[in-house]
């Protein structure tokens, strides 16, 4: 194993299975994500995607096979579980936001309860980041109150306040009203050429086709098929991969 | 209120054959009643004039009248003053039973300040710190409960189910006297406190498991994605989000204990019930203190109610923010 080399993967997953109870959700997953690589991963409902991506940083646990993210493998026994979270933001399809605190509170949370940041010094890193998502006016306000495509600008910059190494998306346009898609999708694209470490489910494929360094595509729990956005959409090898792209660039 | 309709609903007070039914059902309610009832006589001083038969049945159908005269008139004002209306004439009923029972207002009176100042106290000072207490024990039992590991919820099921199985009057028994045989001496007031925590505290760890259970996992899943340990996470994220849904259920407990406290009065302790008893005993005035301390306890239910609108109203506008 190149365990030893985390900067030839800062994710590695290797003949990764899952099972829920005896169904069978994940099927020898290989996929190894380097530093500031930005990927894109889509398929069909039900395809394992979202099992994946919160396998990476052990919302799932995996039966089988071996994940390590940073060089720290992943195991039901394992004592840095919250270091690797820490190391790994996640964005919802339904940001998850915390309901009872203001913006500002949501992310001063995460630094200043687990990494003992100091407040001013946490308070003035959220206000950076909200600035980056373009939501610095809505700080003294509950989430209850924004639209959901401020809500999950706020989701976004919560986990950048973390300062992960690494961001998992979860279909974050999903849950929102076609007009509040864009701005989501701006505020990852300036992720994206900033540098971030990314892995997007996403079905948005202009996306894909503008940030992604790789695609892939999953379909019944495996990984069909996997390369350069260019090959992707312009020669998807595998037939379940045309099925795909027929339906979802037709909408 | 529940979801209105912006249609006015047909009330059953607006069809005359229901009034007409309630007119004939409460006139012979009247007369049945009138039968015997040696309060009605003193009420009306006319039926001591023997009006026979037809001069009872008038009375009864006058009453009748009244009675439902008194609600058509009643269901045409608008809601608070309904309430209003509604809740004095019942308050009034309720005073004319009591005061048919002849009671020495003097000696009530004579005792009322040491009633409250020493037995109303004891009742509330007691009671809330027992709920205090309670609320505590119901959040390990709570956590315990809904976890996986096999001792916490076996000692958590256990204790719920045998201080909600057991009469809380057997459970205070146990422990006053049970633990001085093993060798553990407690005063009572301490032991009163100590009863009533453990048995609330096992119906409250209900309260706090649904509570806790209503938070959604995207809470849960959040904040573990960022790297909150359990304990951080239940203080912070989903407490602090369940005590809108925790709140009325615990007011009712307590509630239910300020008047259960009334059992711990077979302790000794000098709480309201203890003293009605005692009070009552020495001049042979049973029924008076039994009736002060019901309006009593009836008068903290109804501040606390008040002090639990309040809450609940502070914690609705929070939640709509
Ligand atoms: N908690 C669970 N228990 C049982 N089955 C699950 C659970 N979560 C997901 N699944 C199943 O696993 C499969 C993959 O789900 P998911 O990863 O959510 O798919 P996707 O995100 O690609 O739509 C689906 O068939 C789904 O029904
Ligand atoms: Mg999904």
């Known amino acids: 194993m190149d365990n030893a080399q985390p900067k030839a993967g800062i994710i590695q997953i290797r003949g990764m299975n899952k099972w829920y109870g005896s169904f069978h959700a994940l099927k020898d997953i290989n996929l190894t994500v380097r530093l500031g690589e930005r990927i894109v991963v889509c398929g069909p409902s039900g395809s394992g995607k979202s099992t994946m991506i919160r396998c990476i940083n052990r919302l799932e646990a995996h039966q089988s096979g071996s994940i390590s993210v940073d060089g720290i493998e992943l195991h039901e026994d394992m004592r840095q579980i919250d270091v690797v979270r820490q190391e790994v933001g996640m964005v919802f399809q339904h940001f998850n936001l915390f309901p009872h605190l203001t913006v500002l509170e949501n992310l001063t949370a995460g630094p200043m309860w687990v990494k003992n940041t100091p407040r001013t010094e946490a308070e003035a890193n959220a206000r950076t980041y909200l600035k980056r998502v373009n939501i610095l006016e809505q700080a003294d306000k509950y989430p209850g109150q924004l639209s959901g495509g401020q809500q999950q600008r706020v989701a976004i910059a919560r986990s950048l306040c973390m300062e992960p190494k690494v961001l998992l998306f979860d279909e974050p346009t999903s849950a929102l009203d076609p007009e509040m898609v864009s701005e989501v999708l701006d505020v990852m694209t300036g992720l994206a050429r900033g540098g971030m470490t990314m892995i997007c489910v996403t079905h948005e494929m202009g996306f894909a086709k503008a940030v992604a360094d790789r695609v892939v595509f999953m379909d019944?729990?495996?990984?069909?098929?996997?390369?350069a956005p260019v090959e992707f959409f312009g020669n998807p090898r595998s037939r379940r991969t045309r099925d795909f792209l027929s339906q979802v660039l037709q909408h | 209120m529940l979801f209105a309709d912006t249609v006015r609903n047909r009330g059953l007070h607006e069809k005359p054959r229901i009034i007409l039914a309630l007119f004939v059902l409460s006139s012979l309610l009247a007369w049945w009643a009138?039968?015997?009832a040696a309060?009605?006589?003193?009420?009306?001083?006319v039926r001591e004039a023997a009006l026979g038969l037809l001069g009872d049945l008038g009375l009864a159908c006058l009453l009748g009248a009244a009675f439902t005269a008194n609600l058509v008139l009643i269901s045409r004002f608008r809601f608070r003053l309904q309430v209003l209306i509604v809740w004095a004439e019942l308050l009034t009923l309720f005073l004319l039973f009591f005061l048919a029972f002849d009671l020495s207002f003097p000696?009530?009176?004579k005792k009322l300040p040491y009633l409250i100042t020493q037995g109303a106290v004891t009742t509330v000072y007691v009671s809330a710190i027992s709920i205090a207490i309670a609320s505590v024990i119901a959040i390990i039992g709570a956590v315990a409960k809904l976890s996986s590991n096999g001792f916490a919820?076996?000692?958590a099921s256990f204790y719920t189910s045998l201080f909600r199985g057991l009469p809380l009057l057997v459970q205070i028994y146990l422990l006053y006297l049970g633990l001085p045989q093993l060798g553990i001496y407690i005063d009572a007031i301490p032991a009163g406190i100590i009863a009533l925590s453990l048995c609330y505290g096992a119906y409250m760890t209900e309260v706090f498991r649904a509570g806790i259970l209503s938070i959604p996992a995207g809470q849960w899943e959040a904040s573990r994605s960022m790297g909150f340990k359990f304990g951080l996470t239940m203080r912070r994220i989903i407490l602090p989000q369940s005590v809108p849904v925790i709140i009325p259920p615990l007011g009712n407990q307590f509630i239910a204990m300020l008047k259960d406290s009334s059992l711990v009065s077979v302790l000794g302790?000098?709480?309201?019930?203890?003293?009605a008893r005692t009070l009552g005993n020495k001049e042979f005035r049973h029924l008076e203190m039994l009736i002060t301390v019901a309006v009593i306890y009836w008068v903290l239910t109804i501040l606390f109610e008040l002090v639990q609108a309040r809450i609940e109203a502070y914690f609705q506008k929070h939640r709509k923010r």
């Open chain 2, 34 to 36: 009138g039968g015997g």
């Open chain 2, 107 to 109: 000696f009530i009176l």
């Open chain 1, 220 to 227: 019944a729990g495996q990984i069909v098929e996997e390369g």
């Open chain 2, 153 to 155: 919820f076996a000692v």
């Open chain 2, 39 to 45: 309060g009605y006589a003193a009420l009306f001083p």
């Open chain 2, 269 to 275: 302790i000098w709480e309201l019930m203890f003293l």
